[in-house]
C-alpha cells in the first residue's frame, strides 16, 4: 500500500513571489473591456473594480504591459497626455486608441499592489526610445524634461519600474531576429542605460519553448557585454478540444503537454550554466498557458475579458 507522507513543518526551499505573476496584452478583450472600462460599469478611475477586488484576493506580484507581440509596435509616447493618436491596433485589424498608457498601467499596477514589468518595443523601436521610457518613469521630478512631462500627465512621484523586457519574442512577431541579431540589438539597448536610482532588472528573449538552439547561440554572440538579469522562455500547449468543450482523453493531452514545462526549465536551466556557471541570470517564464478556439464564452462572465475570467473563475465560491 502506497503512503504519502506530509511534513508540514520541515522546509525545502524558498519559493520567489514573483513565480505568481500575471500578463496584460492588447488582445481580445484583455485591456478594453477587461481593465479600461466604459464609464457606465463600475471603475476606478478607468480601472474596472470587480477586477481589482478579485487580483487584490490572489495578490499577483508582478503585470507584464504592454505585450506580448503588441510590444514591438508600441510607441510609448502614444500612451501619454491628454491627446492619443489612434493606431493599427496588429490584432484582428482593430484600432488602438491608445486610452490605456503608462501612467493607466502604473495606476492599475498600484490598485492590485503589483510591481509593474515593461516589455519595451525593440521590433519598430530604437534604443533611445526605450531609454527614454525608463527616463519618463524612473527620473526624479524636476531632473530632465521627460520627468516634468510626466508631472504634466499627472504623476510629480516617479514610477519606480523595476522590471524591463528587452522586446518580445524576437525569433518571431518581435523582429523575426537570428540569435547572433537580437544578441547585438541587445546589447545596443543596454548599454549606458541609467535607472535613476532604480535598481533595473533587464530581461532579454529567450527561446520559444525548449529552442536550445537560440539560446547557445545567442549567448555565443552576447558574450555578457552588458547588463542581463533574466532570460525568458515562452511556452504555449496549444489547444485539446475547447476551453469549455473537450473529452477526457483531451484533458489528459492537455495536461501533459503543460506536464514538459519542468524539462523546458531545466533543459535552458543546463545550457545557462555553460554561460553563466553561477546563475547570475535567472530564468523568466513570462508567457505560457493554452491556446484554445476562438468563440466559446462562459455565460456566467461573458461581458469580462480572458482575464478577469480566468480570476474570477479561481476564486468562485
Keep these: 500500500m502506497a503512503k504519502i507522507i506530509i511534513e508540514s513543518d520541515r522546509p525545502v526551499g524558498v519559493i520567489s513571489p514573483y513565480i505568481y505573476g500575471h500578463f496584460a496584452e492588447h488582445i481580445g478583450g484583455v485591456i478594453y473591456d477587461g481593465i479600461w472600462v466604459d464609464p457606465r460599469i463600475p471603475n476606478i478611475e478607468g480601472v474596472r473594480m470587480e477586477l481589482v477586488k478579485y487580483l487584490k484576493r490572489i495578490k499577483p506580484s508582478v503585470i507584464r504591459w504592454p505585450g506580448g507581440c503588441f510590444a514591438d509596435?508600441?510607441?510609448?509616447?502614444?500612451?501619454?497626455?491628454?491627446?492619443?493618436?489612434?493606431?493599427?491596433?496588429?490584432?484582428?485589424?482593430?484600432?488602438?486608441?491608445?486610452?490605456?498608457?503608462?501612467?493607466?498601467?502604473?495606476?492599475?499596477?498600484?490598485?492590485?499592489?503589483?510591481?509593474?514589468?515593461?516589455?519595451?518595443?525593440?521590433?519598430?523601436?530604437?534604443?533611445?526610445?526605450?531609454?527614454?521610457?525608463?527616463?519618463?518613469?524612473?527620473?526624479?521630478?524636476?531632473?530632465?524634461?521627460?520627468?516634468?512631462?510626466?508631472?504634466?500627465?499627472?504623476?510629480?512621484?516617479?514610477?519606480?519600474?523595476?522590471?524591463?523586457?528587452?522586446?518580445?519574442?524576437?525569433?518571431?512577431?518581435?523582429?523575426?531576429?537570428?540569435?547572433?541579431?537580437?544578441?547585438?540589438h541587445y546589447r545596443l539597448f543596454t548599454t549606458w542605460m541609467p535607472g535613476y536610482g532604480v535598481p533595473l532588472y533587464t530581461i532579454a528573449c529567450g527561446p520559444n519553448g525548449d529552442d536550445r538552439d537560440w539560446t547557445t547561440r545567442f549567448f555565443r554572440q552576447y558574450s555578457h557585454s552588458t547588463t542581463m538579469d533574466g532570460w525568458s522562455f515562452h511556452y504555449y500547449c496549444g489547444s485539446a478540444g475547447g476551453a469549455i468543450d473537450f473529452s477526457e482523453a483531451q484533458w489528459y493531452e492537455l495536461i501533459n503537454k503543460a506536464n514538459l514545462m519542468e524539462k523546458i526549465i531545466l533543459s535552458q536551466w543546463d545550457i545557462l550554466s555553460e554561460f553563466d556557471p553561477q546563475h547570475k541570470i535567472k530564468l523568466i517564464v513570462d508567457e505560457w498557458g493554452a491556446w484554445h478556439p476562438s468563440g466559446q464564452k462562459l455565460t456566467r462572465v461573458t461581458p469580462l475579458s480572458r482575464l478577469a475570467q480566468c480570476v474570477m473563475q479561481l476564486l468562485q465560491p
Design 73 to 184: 509596435r508600441y510607441h510609448w509616447q502614444d500612451g501619454i497626455g491628454e491627446i492619443r493618436p489612434r493606431r493599427y491596433g496588429r490584432w484582428n485589424d482593430v484600432t488602438e486608441p491608445n486610452y490605456f498608457g503608462t501612467y493607466e498601467f502604473i495606476k492599475f499596477c498600484r490598485l492590485v499592489d503589483a510591481e509593474p514589468y515593461i516589455a519595451g518595443n525593440v521590433g519598430t523601436g530604437s534604443p533611445e526610445e526605450f531609454q527614454q521610457w525608463i527616463e519618463y518613469c524612473n527620473a526624479p521630478p524636476g531632473t530632465t524634461t521627460l520627468s516634468d512631462m510626466r508631472e504634466k500627465n499627472g504623476s510629480q512621484k516617479p514610477f519606480g519600474v523595476r522590471f524591463w523586457g528587452v522586446g518580445n519574442e524576437a525569433w518571431g512577431c518581435g523582429g523575426n531576429f537570428t540569435p547572433e541579431s537580437y544578441a547585438d
